[in-house]
């Protein structure tokens, strides 16, 4: 039976299957394929999205197919598809230019006399064109091994290739297989990923860390700080007993600090009342409002390390993060983070949807590649939390720690430990870890050092590290991480200096309570 041909009345939205290869064909022209982190393909003449028809689409259970068909006059030839994340595909033209954008997971191209031209994120695709000449054109990046060499097959035949080198085939999320006899021309850019990409490798974590140490420098300098703590406008009155009456009527700022408090043995104190807290602005006293833990949402981060070595675990790590995700209340929002196949993956933004998250969980990456945890842990923070100062953010990592550092092995973080932690100081989120122990089936003192570290991250952010003997075994753990988590309030006050002249104020919260320890961040900039 011949697959159905469907002729479009406009630009051509499919779902894609889940990973469903799509096939993209056009004898007539040439094709523009950019993938998008959407659910959709997209697919239309080119310069006409409104065009009522030129493309027929057929979907097998082997591949979701789109043909170019012959254009009418005044029509282009050209196409553009826009495909999803991770949804390998083909494309085929005669004499077409083929031109690929973005982070492509598999793709393989053919083509006897079109032009290529690839913009690529270099650092984790592996090229593999052979063409049977030479191109009379050729433009590589500078900075990039790549190389375009002939390999003679017999007298008087053949075959050029262009391939560039990983240092680590681990590193490589897609590849490009291209099958060329005598193209025009190839072109060959670098693609920059978006910090807003769901899926990174871990080496963009050097940038993240840089930013939250070029913010500390700033502070210690005086200059303006993106991304901290910052007051927030209401058009509201003043607390009773405010020394400014001439602020009653005009709008106030108003600045919010999430604190945590334990006692001398490091157990979280629950239930304290305003009266308790003391917090000065630059030494002066200020009026404060206390928002009862329970009464204050909070954004969880929750990060599953689901490298090669965990692949047994993966349903009790599905089961950890549905429990966790029943941990959040009605109010709190979580979002899902996963290190797979070395590189960082964003799951689920922050949600309060809780059976959203629960579907995901469903459909977990399988556990590949390295293990550049501590690279990943920095990328989860960027993500979301980085944009939410002063509210009440937490990391929770389910992990051995063993980041290839310690073990010597392929796809190491970038960075070191030390580096991360220093970092971490900035960090307005506090990670918990949840160290499973059974990472020390490795040997080699691998599970301590890496409990060493975890520990310092958890201690610099104002966390706590959690000990579980392997993924299975977590449950005892996760009632004292929920007090543990409950236990951070969150104090907003007015402050009574209202000039906000982007100036760094310092800020000292105190609990009136012997023993009592406080957490939380040194101030803000009033800007």
Same mark, same amino acid.
Request: net charge positive; glycine share 8%.
């Given at each position: 039976?011949?697959?159905?041909?469907?002729?479009?009345?406009?630009?051509?939205?499919?779902?894609?299957?889940?990973?469903?290869?799509?096939?993209?064909?056009?004898?007539?022209? %040439?094709?523009?394929?950019?993938?998008?982190?959407?659910?959709?393909?997209?697919?239309?003449?080119? %310069?006409?999205?409104?065009?009522?028809?030129?493309?027929?689409?057929?979907?097998?259970?082997?591949?979701?197919?789109?043909?170019?068909?012959?254009?009418?006059?005044?029509?282009?030839?050209?196409?553009?598809?826009?495909?999803?994340?991770?949804?390998?595909?083909?494309?085929?033209?005669?004499?077409?230019?083929? =031109?690929?954008?973005?982070?492509?997971?598999?793709?393989?191209?053919?083509?006897?006399?079109?032009?290529?031209?690839?913009?690529?994120?270099?650092?984790?695709?592996?090229?593999?064109?052979?063409?049977?000449?030479?191109?009379? @054109?050729?433009?590589?990046?500078?900075?990039?091994?790549?190389?375009?060499?002939?390999?003679?097959?017999?007298?008087?035949?053949?075959?050029?290739?262009?391939?560039?080198?990983?240092?680590?085939?681990?590193?490589?999320?897609?590849?490009?297989?291209?099958?060329?006899?005598?193209?025009?021309?190839?072109?060959? =850019?670098?693609?920059?990923?978006?910090?807003?990409?769901?899926?990174?490798?871990?080496?963009?974590?050097?940038?993240?860390?840089?930013?939250?140490?070029? @913010?500390?420098?700033?502070?210690?300098?005086?200059?303006?700080?993106?991304?901290?703590?910052?007051?927030?406008?209401?058009?509201?009155?003043?607390?009773?007993?405010?020394?400014?009456?001439?602020?009653?009527?005009?709008?106030?700022?108003?600045?919010?600090?999430?604190?945590?408090?334990?006692?001398?043995?490091?157990?979280?104190?629950?239930?304290?009342?305003?009266?308790?807290?003391?917090?000065?602005?630059?030494?002066?006293?200020?009026?404060?409002?206390?928002?009862?833990?329970?009464?204050?949402?909070?954004?969880?981060?929750?990060?599953?390390?689901?490298?090669?070595?965990?692949?047994?675990?993966?349903?009790?790590?599905?089961?950890?993060?549905?429990?966790?995700?029943?941990?959040?209340?009605? =109010?709190?929002?979580?979002?899902?983070?996963?290190?797979?196949?070395?590189?960082?993956?964003?799951?689920?933004?922050?949600?309060?949807?809780?059976?959203?998250?629960?579907?995901?969980?469903?459909?977990?990456?399988?556990?590949?590649?390295?293990?550049?945890?501590?690279?990943?842990?920095?990328?989860?923070?960027?993500?979301?939390?980085?944009?939410?100062?002063?509210?009440?953010?937490?990391?929770?990592?389910?992990?051995?720690?063993?980041?290839?550092?310690?073990?010597?092995?392929?796809?190491?973080?970038?960075?070191?430990?030390?580096?991360?932690?220093?970092?971490?100081?900035?960090?307005?989120?506090?990670?918990?870890?949840?160290?499973?122990?059974?990472?020390?089936?490795?040997?080699?003192?691998?599970?301590? =050092?890496?409990?060493?570290?975890?520990?310092?991250?958890?201690?610099?952010?104002?966390?706590?590290?959690?000990?579980?003997?392997?993924?299975?075994?977590?449950?005892?753990?996760?009632?004292?991480?929920?007090?543990?988590?409950?236990?951070?309030?969150?104090?907003?006050?007015?402050?009574?200096?209202?000039?906000?002249?982007?100036?760094?104020?310092?800020?000292?919260?105190?609990?009136?309570?012997?023993?009592?320890?406080?957490?939380?961040?040194?101030?803000?900039?009033?800007?």
């Amino acid at each position: 039976m011949r697959p159905l041909l469907l002729l479009l009345s406009a630009s051509l939205l499919v779902a894609a299957a889940r990973a469903q290869p799509v096939a993209i064909v056009n004898e007539h022209g %040439g094709v523009s394929v950019e993938v998008i982190p959407e659910a959709y393909v997209r697919a239309s003449r080119s %310069g006409s999205p409104e065009s009522r028809d030129g493309i027929a689409t057929s979907r097998s259970p082997a591949q979701l197919l789109f043909e170019a068909l012959p254009p009418a006059e005044g029509e282009s030839a050209d196409i553009e598809v826009r495909v999803p994340l991770g949804v390998p595909y083909s494309v085929r033209t005669r004499d077409g230019a083929i =031109r690929l954008t973005g982070m492509v997971r598999r793709v393989r191209i053919q083509t006897a006399g079109g032009a290529i031209k690839l913009d690529v994120p270099l650092e984790v695709t592996r090229l593999n064109i052979q063409t049977m000449r030479r191109p009379p @054109s050729l433009a590589l990046p500078a900075g990039r091994k790549l190389t375009f060499l002939a390999e003679t097959i017999r007298p008087r035949l053949r075959i050029w290739t262009l391939s560039n080198f990983l240092r680590s085939r681990d590193l490589a999320y897609g590849v490009i297989d291209g099958r060329l006899d005598s193209p025009a021309a190839i072109s060959v =850019r670098d693609w920059e990923i978006p910090r807003s990409w769901p899926v990174k490798p871990h080496t963009l974590a050097s940038g993240a860390v840089e930013r939250l140490l070029a @913010s500390a420098a700033r502070r210690k300098r005086g200059g303006p700080q993106p991304g901290t703590t910052r007051p927030t406008r209401e058009a509201a009155a003043r607390p009773s007993g405010s020394e400014s009456e001439a602020l009653f009527t005009s709008e106030v700022r108003m600045v919010s600090m999430s604190v945590a408090v334990a006692d001398s043995g490091g157990r979280p104190l629950t239930g304290l009342a305003r009266e308790a807290f003391v917090v000065e602005e630059d030494g002066r006293r200020q009026d404060i409002r206390v928002v009862d833990p329970d009464e204050s949402p909070f954004n969880m981060a929750i990060l599953l390390d689901l490298s090669g070595s965990t692949s047994v675990d993966l349903e009790h790590m599905r089961q950890a993060a549905e429990r966790l995700i029943a941990m959040a209340g009605p =109010r709190d929002r979580v979002a899902l983070y996963a290190m797979s196949g070395s590189m960082f993956r964003r799951l689920s933004s922050l949600t309060s949807d809780r059976d959203a998250l629960l579907e995901r969980c469903e459909r977990l990456p399988y556990p590949t590649g390295g293990s550049p945890i501590w690279d990943t842990i920095a990328l989860v923070y960027d993500d979301e939390l980085a944009l939410r100062s002063g509210e009440r953010n937490a990391v929770v990592v389910i992990s051995d720690g063993i980041d290839n550092r310690i073990s010597g092995q392929s796809v190491p973080s970038n960075l070191r430990a030390r580096r991360l932690t220093q970092a971490a100081g900035e960090m307005d989120a506090r990670i918990y870890p949840i160290f499973l122990l059974s990472g020390e089936r490795f040997g080699r003192g691998w599970s301590a =050092r890496a409990r060493t570290r975890m520990e310092a991250l958890a201690q610099r952010t104002g966390g706590r590290l959690f000990a579980a003997r392997s993924v299975a075994d977590i449950e005892p753990v996760l009632p004292a991480l929920a007090r543990e988590m409950r236990s951070v309030y969150e104090i907003a006050y007015y402050p009574a200096n209202q000039d906000f002249d982007g100036t760094w104020r310092r800020v000292r919260i105190k609990v009136e309570l012997p023993g009592a320890q406080v957490r939380a961040r040194p101030g803000y900039f009033a800007d």
